[in-house]
């Protein structure tokens, strides 16, 4: 069946650096990609997100790349601060409403 | 805007007994999600109402689940009865019409079942 693979699991970096996490999926039909931020004790909160007629979109320190033909998708954030902890999710859709997840990334930000 | 507002916010009951977890979506918003959250299967789909109309439920994982909209409000999902294989992170999310793939995401209810 369809399915998004994400990497890495955890992901630890000195604050002021760069994050980068990435995304495969399986799904060619996919068309919507979405990136959630989950902090602790909320529900997933929507970051970015791109189309897939589209192959990069930016907003401010994070950004998001889309590679049709690998069907990889990635997240970048720069500059990164102590509040950008948390655990990001990666989503491909194909149609309107299936949601098929990545597994997540905790990131750390040290400070 | 208040957001998609669940409750309780968590919940710790025995095993047999009936767990009922509430969700007010977005005033506007006429798509309703249940997601279960866990750490083997991550973020799950349990079923997906449109214009308080259940639209694919084929995510609830047995006769134990059911869920309700009778208004576009509100919703709830129960179980009955609870076993503890269902303890788990329980999501509620909205979203609106014109842009039904864009999740508003409630706080969740955390379910325990001893």
């Known amino acids: 069946g369809e399915n998004v693979e994400q990497h890495p699991s955890t992901l630890s970096v000195q604050e002021g650096d760069s994050a980068v996490i990435k995304c495969t999926y399986s799904?060619?039909?996919?068309?919507?990609f979405p990136w959630y931020k989950q902090e602790l004790g909320k529900g997933p909160q929507l970051i970015i997100d791109?189309?897939?007629?589209?192959g990069e979109k930016k907003d401010q320190r994070i950004a998001v790349t889309l590679n049709k033909t690998a069907k990889h998708f990635s997240l970048h954030i720069t500059e990164t601060q102590p509040e950008d902890s948390a655990v990001y999710f990666c989503?491909?859709?194909?149609?309107?409403?299936?949601?098929?997840f990545g597994t997540g990334t905790r990131l750390k930000v040290l400070a | 805007d208040a957001g998609v507002i669940q409750s309780p916010r968590h919940e710790v009951t025995e095993m047999g007994q009936e767990v009922t977890l509430r969700c007010k979506p977005i005033?506007?918003?006429?798509?309703l999600f249940w997601y279960r959250q866990t750490m083997m299967r991550g973020l799950e789909l349990l079923i997906y109402?449109?214009?308080?109309?259940?639209?694919?439920d084929s995510g609830m994982p047995e006769d134990r689940f059911s869920a309700k909209m009778p208004n576009a409000s509100f919703s709830t999902l129960k179980i009955q009865p609870s076993e503890p294989r269902d303890s788990a992170v329980y999501f509620c999310?909205?979203?609106?019409?014109?842009?039904?793939?864009?999740?508003?995401f409630g706080s969740g209810t955390q379910l325990s079942v001893l």
């Open positions: 005033s506007g918003h006429n798509s």
């Open positions: 791109i189309r897939s007629n589209v």
């Open positions: 999310a909205s979203s609106p019409e014109a842009q039904v793939e864009k999740l508003f």
């Open positions: 989503a491909a859709i194909s149609g309107t409403y299936k949601y098929i």
């Open positions: 799904d060619s039909a996919s068309n919507y």
């Open positions: 109402f449109n214009n308080n109309v259940p639209i694919d």
